[in-house]
């Protein structure tokens, strides 16, 4: 046997170090790898059609359609009359040229996009001529398609999917379509369905030479659900209407549900530039705005000083601490003194002098001293200061303001309800009610999203609850269940304390800011606003035309309609904001208007030489004069 | 005992090749228009054949060694008169569509033929001129098939210098030629001046300690060592040379790639890279037989014939394919400790060389589809696709069993 061990040595060491082999490829290299991830495996996917969306009414608001793009295998391709097909496709021959190098340097034997998203008649056209035209063919795609030009905020616009995305998710693969603003977000899941997935064997030619294990691993695809949205298309077109020429937000809301009826943001956009063969441009063209920001939603991302409206909710939480009464008055002599410096004075144009003035008046008339007084009332209520204005706080958040509401849409802004840490962390030296007394007339710190107020205003009309405001009434006809959207929401503040503030607010369009917005037949109810704003311009702050705001619910008993509306330096609110709202208002609920010369007046009224003029640099900064700065 | 082996492995070899060939369309087994039929139809011919070779009396083997020997070089010949080429290299006969490749049955009488050389009771290989008797039988059919040109069948015929090397031969041909391997391989990965430096380096080095030693050692040795220096010397250039003027592009490029001299741009590596793809993702237990998606998809070229291995890696994973070649190592012993047992010098020395060769198959196979080892074109013993070579390992073990049956009643 000693000669034969040479061999016999060599067998068992190769046998070890083949078996280390295998063992190293084998386990340490391959034993968890997916085998579906294989690349003998191809996986096709099947895409059900994307869901439609509907309006409250049953109108149609988003379809999709076919859409053809040309597709090129540059390894195929063979032209005869190069002239004839870029003719057909309405592109110049340079253009031709590069695109088919484009495609080149991509794959040669891939199919990639040709043109895309051909128009129908360009289709037809090609169709019949195709055949001559080798390597090239046509590819059906499905694209949304918007049979009313209107509430684009609303329902968003789909996207490809980019790498990113595809990359952190495990359903999507780049260049699928992904719901990507709006409903079309953050209903993504029950619009696009759920893709069916073939696994398919493939062999090294990239060749498909049957089904992978027999379909095991195969799943139907799951078609797209239908939504039907609780807006009404027709107000939100007359909204649209109604904001032309002019920038900010109307927000609607069903009171007794929490339905959001109307969501406007001026300016906006036709829905149908997101779609087709121009989107590229389109897309650039609206998100490159930065001056009109058309894609940016007012109704729900624009903060704003609430103003005077928000002088009702002080005056129910005076009532509800029990630090007022409905009998208890304040005189006005033309302001409030909130301290002895000469400037610690707040002007007040209630118009009252001298005689008392309950909360009724001081809602309709809107009087800065009454408010003021019952501000630091409420502040004021317990010793330590913090304990008071965390309570105020807390009371102005039942109302929903100050966080985000939860609604169903994408996008959204906190607004802002200071409490006592916000002013302790920022201020140096004591505070107190005083020097926050612009929170008593809904200024100063305080900023809410028309949204915000419009739900507000929906918890005055039904005297101290709320329902969430959504967008969706109903997804495949089915009504929504979820328990955010089904349990009402309770302000801290009681019902009891509503009524004199509901009525303060009828008289408002009665005797008050609002009388000249009268409609016959509707009691409407509502508090207008005028808010100073401010802008920063080279560093200096610049007070720009006041925003012009109101919030109202129609009709008095049993509300129907809660909304409020902004209209950025739009001056008093009962110039612009009042009768836009009144037009609103009759609109919805008697279906038209009678009121044509205040319509009219509306639709034409434009604000943008004002917003012109905002982007010039006004002459008093560049001589160095003194602004006029921030009259209390 | 090595039949039972022998009818594991060549039932195992076909169930993958069934694996490696078969398509979801056609599910006859007997379907002659596909390889795994006509395997089985190599298989069942293989039945007589091995009949056949026992029914001869293992006398009539070691008479007519030479005939056999004789007969196979014919016509290894008659190849260039009369062979069909069939991807570059003129290997075959063609009978009536029916491929026969006789270098696979040259191996068995090549084996034979060695053993009877060496069995002759006045042979002594300590011989100058019996070791070129003996070189000259091995070499003569290695050099007819690297003619074909068919090298990797050639590279075959070094595996019988483990027989000589068992009957006497001094290990130093064996070093010698390992050594020329490791220098070549080391040449073309480091460049022929750095490895004449240090070759001419090691040798001063060895003849400095040898002086050391013995004042004498260089006095006696003197010209031996020039002719050591002169033959490394030449041998290294010679490397250059030979690589870049004898050796194919496609052989240089196996190299190049296994050496990782080049980036593998242009898919030379594709081989061996799917073999080894496919054999990772068998894990452990494997994807089951059939199973082997990478393997139904044709992903691995040749997989029936050379790269059959990498159908077992697939579907059988770590724990079937570690067990194929622990048959293999099983069977290898098996011949090895019959061979030592045999009394007759002729059934020992035949059997050791059937174990080389196998061996040889098995190392240079395998070590290719795992990625250890250059491509290099030789099947598998007993499993990969070809009625040729499953006949030709047939014979070259089933000679081996005759005369081990017969041993008892032997001298």
């Given at each position: 046997?000693?000669?034969?061990?040479?061999?016999?040595?060599?067998?068992?060491?190769?046998?070890?170090?083949?078996?280390?082999?295998?063992?190293?490829?084998?386990?340490?290299?391959?034993?968890?790898?997916?085998?579906?991830?294989?690349a003998?495996v191809?996986?096709?996917?099947?895409?059900?059609?994307?869901?439609?969306?509907?309006?409250r009414?049953?109108?149609?608001?988003?379809a999709?359609?076919?859409?053809?793009?040309?597709?090129?295998?540059?390894?195929?391709?063979?032209?005869?009359?190069t002239?004839?097909?870029?003719?057909?496709?309405?592109?110049?021959?340079?253009?031709?040229?590069?695109k088919v190098?484009?495609?080149?340097?991509?794959?040669?034997?891939?199919?990639?996009?040709?043109?895309?998203?051909?128009?129908?008649?360009?289709f037809?056209?090609l169709?019949?001529?195709?055949?001559?035209?080798?390597?090239?063919?046509?590819?059906?795609?499905?694209?949304?398609?918007?049979?009313?030009?209107?509430?684009?905020?609303?329902?968003?616009?789909?996207?490809?999917?980019?790498?990113?995305?595809?990359?952190?998710?495990?359903?999507y693969?780049?260049?699928?379509?992904?719901?990507?603003?709006?409903?079309?977000?953050?209903?993504?899941?029950?619009?696009?369905?759920?893709?069916?997935?073939?696994?398919?064997?493939?062999?090294?030619?990239?060749?498909?030479?049957?089904?992978?294990?027999?379909?095991?691993?195969?799943?139907?695809?799951?078609?797209g659900?239908?939504?039907?949205?609780?807006?009404?298309?027709?107000?939100?077109?007359?909204?649209?209407?109604?904001?032309?020429?002019?920038?900010?937000?109307?927000?609607?809301?069903?009171?007794?549900?929490g339905?959001?009826?109307?969501?406007?943001?001026a300016?906006?956009?036709?829905?149908?530039?997101?779609?087709?063969?121009?989107?590229?441009?389109?897309?650039t063209?609206l998100?490159?705005?930065?001056?009109?920001?058309?894609?940016?939603?007012?109704?729900?991302?624009?903060?704003?000083?609430?103003?005077?409206?928000?002088?009702?909710?002080?005056?129910?939480?005076?009532?509800?601490?029990?630090?007022i009464?409905?009998?208890?008055?304040?005189?006005?002599?033309?302001?409030?003194?909130?301290?002895?410096?000469?400037?610690?004075?707040?002007?007040?144009?209630?118009?009252?002098?001298?005689?008392?003035?309950r909360?009724?008046?001081?809602?309709?008339?809107?009087?800065?001293?009454?408010?003021?007084?019952?501000?630091?009332?409420?502040?004021d209520?317990?010793?330590?200061t913090?304990?008071?204005?965390?309570i105020?706080?807390?009371?102005?958040?039942?109302?929903?303001?100050?966080?985000?509401?939860?609604?169903?849409l994408?996008?959204?802004?906190?607004?802002?309800?200071?409490?006592?840490?916000?002013?302790?962390?920022?201020?140096?030296?004591?505070?107190?009610?005083?020097?926050?007394?612009s929170?008593?007339?809904?200024?100063?710190?305080?900023?809410?999203?028309?949204?915000?107020?419009?739900?507000?205003?929906?918890?005055?009309?039904?005297?101290?609850?709320?329902?969430?405001?959504?967008?969706?009434?109903?997804?495949?006809?089915?009504?929504?269940?979820?328990?955010?959207?089904?349990?009402?929401?309770k302000?801290?503040?009681?019902?009891?304390?509503?009524?004199?503030?509901?009525?303060?607010?009828?008289?408002?369009f009665?005797?008050?800011?609002?009388?000249?917005?009268?409609?016959?037949?509707?009691?409407?109810?509502?508090?207008?606003?005028?808010?100073?704003?401010?802008?920063?311009?080279?560093?200096?702050?610049?007070?720009?035309?006041?925003?012009?705001?109101?919030?109202?619910?129609a009709?008095?008993?049993?509300?129907?309609?809660?909304?409020?509306?902004?209209?950025e330096n739009?001056?008093?609110?009962?110039?612009?904001?009042?009768?836009?709202?009144?037009?609103?208002?009759?609109k919805?609920?008697?279906?038209?208007?009678?009121?044509?010369?205040?319509?009219?007046?509306?639709?034409?009224?434009?604000?943008?030489?004002?917003?012109?003029?905002?982007?010039?640099?006004?002459?008093s900064?560049?001589?160095?004069?003194?602004?006029?700065?921030?009259?209390p | 005992?090595?039949?039972?082996?022998?009818?594991?492995?060549?039932?195992f070899?076909?169930?993958?090749?069934?694996?490696?060939?078969s398509?979801?369309?056609?599910?006859?087994?007997?379907?002659?228009?596909?390889?795994?039929?006509?395997?089985?139809?190599?298989?069942?011919?293989?039945?007589?054949?091995?009949?056949?070779?026992?029914?001869?009396?293992?006398?009539?083997?070691?008479?007519?060694?030479?005939?056999?020997?004789?007969?196979?070089?014919?016509?290894?010949?008659?190849?260039?008169?009369?062979?069909?080429?069939?991807?570059?290299?003129?290997?075959?006969?063609?009978?009536?569509?029916?491929?026969?490749?006789?270098?696979?049955?040259?191996?068995?009488?090549?084996?034979?033929?060695?053993?009877?050389?060496?069995?002759?009771?006045?042979?002594?290989?300590?011989?100058?001129?019996?070791?070129?008797?003996?070189?000259?039988?091995?070499?003569?059919?290695?050099?007819?098939?690297?003619?074909?040109?068919?090298?990797?069948?050639?590279?075959?015929?070094?595996?019988?210098?483990?027989?000589?090397?068992?009957?006497?031969?001094?290990?130093?041909?064996?070093?010698?030629?390992?050594?020329a391997?490791?220098?070549?391989?080391?040449?073309?990965?480091?460049?022929s001046?750095?490895?004449?430096?240090?070759?001419?380096?090691?040798i001063?080095?060895?003849?400095?300690?040898?002086?050391?030693?013995?004042?004498?050692?260089?006095?006696?040795?003197g010209?031996?060592?020039?002719?050591?220096?002169?033959a490394v010397?030449?041998?290294i250039?010679?490397?250059?040379?030979?690589?870049?003027?004898?050796?194919?592009?496609?052989h240089?490029?196996r190299?190049?790639?296994l050496?990782?001299?080049?980036?593998?741009?242009?898919n030379?590596?594709?081989?061996?890279?799917?073999?080894?793809?496919?054999?990772?993702?068998?894990?452990?237990?494997?994807?089951?037989?059939?199973?082997?998606?990478?393997?139904?998809?044709?992903?691995?070229?040749e997989?029936?014939?050379?790269?059959?291995?990498?159908?077992?890696?697939?579907?059988?994973?770590?724990?079937?394919?570690?067990?194929?070649?622990i048959?293999?190592?099983?069977?290898?012993?098996?011949?090895?400790y019959?061979?030592?047992?045999?009394?007759?010098?002729?059934?020992?020395?035949?059997?050791?060389?059937?174990?080389?060769?196998?061996?040889?198959?098995?190392?240079?196979?395998?070590?290719m589809?795992?990625?250890?080892?250059?491509?290099?074109?030789?099947?598998?013993?007993?499993?990969?696709?070809?009625?040729?070579?499953?006949?030709g390992?047939?014979?070259?073990?089933?000679?081996?069993?005759?005369?081990?049956?017969?041993?008892?009643?032997?001298?």
């Open positions: 046997m000693k000669r034969s061990f040479l061999l016999l040595f060599l067998i068992t060491i190769i046998g070890f170090i083949y078996i280390g082999r295998l063992f190293q490829l084998q386990i340490l290299r391959g034993g968890n790898s997916n085998p579906i991830q294989s003998a191809k996986i096709e996917y099947d895409y059900p059609e994307r869901g439609y969306i509907y309006d009414n049953g109108k149609l608001l988003v999709n359609q076919l859409s053809y793009d040309v597709m090129i295998i540059p390894k195929e391709v063979k032209v005869i009359d002239l004839q097909f870029c003719s057909l496709l309405k592109i110049t021959k340079e253009d031709f040229i590069h190098k484009k495609a080149e340097n991509y794959a040669r034997w891939l199919p990639s996009v040709f043109v895309k998203q051909l128009a129908k008649d360009d037809a056209f169709q019949e001529k195709l055949h001559k035209f080798k390597g090239f063919y046509i590819q059906k795609r499905i694209i949304r398609n918007y049979p009313i030009k209107s509430a684009a905020n609303v329902l968003g616009y789909i996207s490809e999917v980019n790498e990113r995305v595809a990359k952190n998710s495990d359903y693969e780049q260049g699928e379509l992904i719901g990507w603003w709006g409903v079309e977000k953050q209903y993504e899941k029950e619009l696009r369905g759920i893709k069916g997935k073939k696994h398919l064997k493939r062999n090294n030619l990239n060749k498909i030479t049957g089904r992978y294990k027999k379909g095991k691993y195969d799943t139907l695809a799951v078609a659900k239908d939504l039907t949205l609780t807006i009404d298309v027709n107000l939100q077109e007359y909204g649209e209407k109604l904001m032309t020429g002019k920038r900010g937000g109307i927000v609607a809301i069903e009171p007794s549900t339905e959001i009826l109307a969501l406007i943001t300016p906006s956009y036709d829905p149908n530039m997101m779609v087709g063969r121009d989107r590229s441009v389109n897309s063209r998100f490159g705005d930065t001056i009109n920001n058309p894609t940016y939603d007012r109704g729900l991302q624009g903060v704003y000083s609430p103003g005077s409206p928000f002088k009702i909710i002080n005056g129910l939480i005076g009532l509800q601490e029990e630090v009464d409905e009998n208890f008055s304040v005189k006005c002599y033309h302001g409030y003194r909130y301290g002895h410096r000469k400037n610690e004075f707040m002007g007040c144009h209630c118009g009252i002098v001298g005689r008392p003035i909360i009724k008046k001081a809602i309709s008339k809107s009087c800065n001293s009454y408010f003021a007084t019952i501000y630091r009332k409420i502040i209520k317990y010793e330590d913090e304990v008071g204005f965390d105020w706080s807390n009371h102005v958040k039942s109302f929903g303001l100050g966080n985000f509401l939860g609604y169903d994408p996008v959204g802004q906190k607004g802002l309800i200071p409490d006592a840490k916000y002013y302790s962390d920022r201020n140096k030296y004591s505070w107190g009610a005083t020097t926050t007394i929170n008593a007339i809904g200024q100063g710190e305080i900023q809410t999203t028309p949204i915000q107020l419009a739900n507000a205003t929906a918890a005055i009309a039904n005297k101290g609850f709320y329902y969430t405001p959504h967008i969706v009434k109903s997804i495949n006809k089915k009504g929504i269940l979820d328990t955010a959207y089904t349990i009402p929401k302000t801290s503040v009681d019902a009891k304390y509503f009524p004199i503030a509901i009525e303060a607010m009828s008289d408002v009665k005797t008050g800011t609002g009388k000249w917005s009268q409609v016959k037949g509707i009691d409407i109810c509502g508090k207008t606003g005028t808010v100073e704003n401010f802008t920063k311009i080279n560093g200096q702050k610049v007070k720009l035309q006041d925003h012009s705001i109101l919030i109202a619910f009709p008095k008993d049993n509300p129907k309609i809660a909304l409020a509306v902004f209209v739009g001056g008093y609110g009962a110039t612009i904001a009042a009768p836009i709202t009144s037009l609103m208002i009759e919805y609920l008697n279906g038209t208007t009678e009121r044509k010369h205040i319509e009219e007046r509306m639709l034409n009224l434009s604000l943008q030489e004002i917003y012109n003029k905002q982007l010039q640099i006004p002459d900064l560049e001589t160095g004069k003194e602004q006029h700065i921030l009259k | 005992m090595l039949i039972l082996l022998y009818f594991v492995l060549v039932g070899g076909w169930m993958n090749i069934y694996a490696a060939s398509t979801d369309t056609s599910q006859e087994i007997f379907d002659m228009s596909t390889k795994y039929g006509k395997q089985l139809l190599w298989i069942s011919l293989s039945i007589p054949l091995i009949i056949f070779i026992l029914f001869f009396n293992s006398k009539f083997y070691e008479r007519f060694a030479s005939l056999l020997y004789l007969i196979s070089i014919t016509s290894l010949i008659g190849l260039f008169l009369f062979g069909k080429n069939i991807n570059g290299a003129t290997s075959w006969y063609n009978f009536g569509g029916i491929g026969i490749q006789p270098s696979e049955f040259a191996k068995a009488f090549t084996a034979l033929a060695v053993a009877k050389l060496m069995s002759d009771r006045q042979y002594n290989l300590k011989l100058m001129k019996n070791q070129i008797k003996a070189f000259i039988i091995i070499f003569t059919p290695a050099f007819f098939i690297t003619l074909q040109p068919d090298p990797g069948s050639a590279l075959i015929y070094l595996s019988f210098f483990f027989v000589l090397n068992r009957e006497g031969l001094t290990l130093s041909y064996i070093i010698l030629g390992f050594l391997i490791l220098l070549f391989l080391l040449t073309l990965f480091f460049g001046k750095i490895i004449l430096l240090v070759s001419f380096g090691l001063t080095i060895f003849i400095l300690y040898g002086i050391y030693k013995n004042k004498q050692f260089l006095r006696f040795n010209l031996r060592f020039l002719f050591i220096y002169g010397g030449l041998f250039l010679g490397v250059g040379f030979a690589y870049n003027n004898i050796f194919e592009q496609r240089r490029d190299f190049d790639v050496l990782g001299r080049k980036v593998d741009t242009k030379i590596g594709y081989n061996s890279y799917q073999s080894e793809l496919t054999i990772s993702s068998g894990g452990f237990l494997g994807k089951g037989y059939l199973q082997g998606d990478r393997t139904q998809g044709d992903f691995v070229p997989q029936h014939t050379d790269y059959i291995f990498s159908t077992v890696g697939e579907e059988w994973g770590f724990l079937g394919s570690s067990v194929v070649i048959l293999f190592i099983f069977l290898l012993y098996r011949i090895i019959l061979a030592e047992k045999h009394t007759n010098k002729f059934g020992r020395i035949y059997g050791y060389g059937i174990a080389s060769i196998l061996f040889f198959h098995v190392i240079v196979n395998i070590g589809v795992i990625g250890l080892l250059p491509t290099v074109g030789i099947p598998l013993p007993f499993f990969s696709y070809g009625g040729s070579g499953l006949w390992f047939t014979l070259l073990l089933f000679i081996f069993i005759r005369l081990d049956a017969h041993k008892k009643y032997d001298w």
